[in-house]
DNA sequence: GTGGGGGAG
DNA sequence: CGTTCTCCCCCAC
């Protein structure tokens, strides 16, 4: 394990410094035996260095193995898995048994720090109790199993391929006062318009290729070459009603939503209408009714409202192809892209690459443990150098083309040639 | 398949 | 450092 850990490093460090000298970015790793230790230890030695959780890991008799002694430090909060809800009931939990004659704190909560070592050490705690404390309906099966697992630093989650399309596409807007539907409909037209451009953006893949070219063709160049990556099957509206006021001064701060979807219509897909005119259509044929579903009444008032293109469906599979390509193209429309969509799919393209590898460039985080060292003795050895690892491993990679395909004219959709007469009968609307 | 709960970043 | 905006997975029905 010890060789495992050590390649580990290297790799990291070698995938840092790609990134820094070809992307400018710099990053943060953490190395460790799994997913969940490897994400807490890169928490350390932010925002350039790496770091790695040496043995002696768990074993046998005594205490002394250094994932217990740097995971129990941990706020159970700050546990990947361990949200907010779960935290609590961990922190009611635990901190029942003795009253806890706290400090004078007035807000009524209690918000003691709790931590992992407090959590895996109280009286009777194992894997059924958690289940019983945690578990409940609609909550995840064997929850109890897991969030003990992750309490001792265990986690055998997979780490995943990254997608080339998101499971789901969603704009949302916050407002402190909406009341009236002319203002609804006037947000409505904003948020489909720019989930439309979010569409384009995302599921439309500029189509470069030469083919054929029908150089005789229309004028219409622009939408020739493109075509949707994915086809959205649903629409979802959802709401958040502004919680009731309470006169104590405690706000409810329920972030509790609402939500109504229809089948996403053909129109959205059409290249060749205006942004405008197809953001109208689908306010008023889709949205608009969604919304008198979720709210038939008069009386409402509005703190958010969401607008989700949902259930995609790959458009004729294509290529399955490595996630490296795929961040490869998203660095190259990078211009054109928000920053954090960048930082993120990074950060998946390099956690894929290998096994136990972490590496972020999100925020700043308490420093304590320090097990690893930052750069100096994570040098890249010779025959680092010499291995296959390079730039090319990025983007190479020549996809397999999908010859007997046609591409729909209207909307750039992929389909065979027995498909393309019922296609064309979407397109035809009543 | 739909609507909701909880979580990550 | 807290809030906002996306996106994810899971569950019950």
Redesign the pocket.
């Known amino acids: 394990m010890q060789l495992r850990l050590h390649l580990g490093s290297h790799l990291a460090q070698h995938l840092r410094l790609i990134l820094h000298t070809q992307k400018g970015y710099t990053c943060t790793a953490g190395i460790s035996t799994n997913k969940l230790l490897s ?1 807490l230890v890169g928490n350390l030695h932010k925002p350039h260095g790496q770091t790695t959780l040496l043995p002696p890991y768990a074993n046998d008799d005594d205490e002394l193995d250094n994932v217990t002694s740097f995971i129990d430090n941990h706020e159970v ?1 700050k ?11 961990l922190r009611v939990h635990v901190s029942q048994g003795p009253p806890k004659p706290d400090d004078g704190q007035a807000d009524g909560d209690t918000k003691e720090a709790v931590l992992v070592g407090a959590v895996r050490r109280h009286p009777g705690m194992s894997a059924e109790s958690l289940e019983q404390v945690l578990g ?8 109890g199993a897991r969030i003990w697992d992750l309490l001792n630093g265990c986690d055998d989650t997979e780490v ?1 391929q990254a ?1 080339d ?10 407002y402190g006062r909406l009341e009236t539907f002319e203002e609804v409909v006037k947000q409505l037209r904003i ?1 489909a318009t ?1 989930l439309l451009k ?1 569409m384009h953006m ?1 599921l439309l893949e500029e189509d470069d290729e030469i083919l054929e070219s029908r150089a005789t063709h229309t004028g219409a160049t622009d939408n020739a070459r493109r075509r949707w990556l994915a086809f959205p ?2 629409v ?1 509206l ?1 709401t958040r009603p502004r919680p009731p006021q309470r006169p104590d001064g405690n706000r409810e ?1 329920s ?9 996403m219509p053909n129109f959205v897909f059409n290249l060749k209408e205006s942004l405008d005119t197809i953001s109208d259509r689908l306010v008023k044929e889709t949205l608009i009714p969604l919304f008198r ?1 979720l709210h038939p009444g008069k009386g409402w008032n509005l ?2 409202i ?1 607008v ?5 469906v790959d458009a004729a599979s294509e290529k399955g192809g490595g996630a490296g390509r795929d961040i490869a193209k998203m660095f190259q429309r990078q211009d054109t892209v928000l920053k ?2 960048r ?2 799919d990074a ?1 998946e393209g390099v956690e894929m690459v290998e096994e136990k590898v972490e590496l ?7 420093k304590l443990y320090e097990s690893g060292r930052s750069g100096s003795e994570d040098i890249i050895t010779g025959s680092q150098k010499d291995n296959t690892w390079d730039e090319d491993r990025w983007e190479s990679e020549d996809e397999d083309r999908v010859e007997d395909s046609f591409r729909c004219d209207e909307c750039g959709a992929i389909m065979p040639v027995f498909a393309m007469a019922a296609h064309e009968r979407f397109h035809v609307e009543p």
Do not use: C, Y
Request: no cysteine; glycine share 10%; proline share 8%.
């Open positions: 994400k909060g546990i990947p898995g361990i949200g907010f809800k779960l935290a609590q009931k409940g309906p609609g909550t995840p099966h064997g929850i995943g997608r399309v998101p499971r789901q596409i969603s704009i949302e807007d916050s948020l720019s979010r995302d099957k649903t979802r959802s701060r972030m509790a939503r609402i939500s109504r979807s229809a089948p579903q703190s958010l969401n989700a293109a949902t259930n995609l954090q969509f930082v993120e950060n972020t460039t999100s925020a700043p985080q308490a």
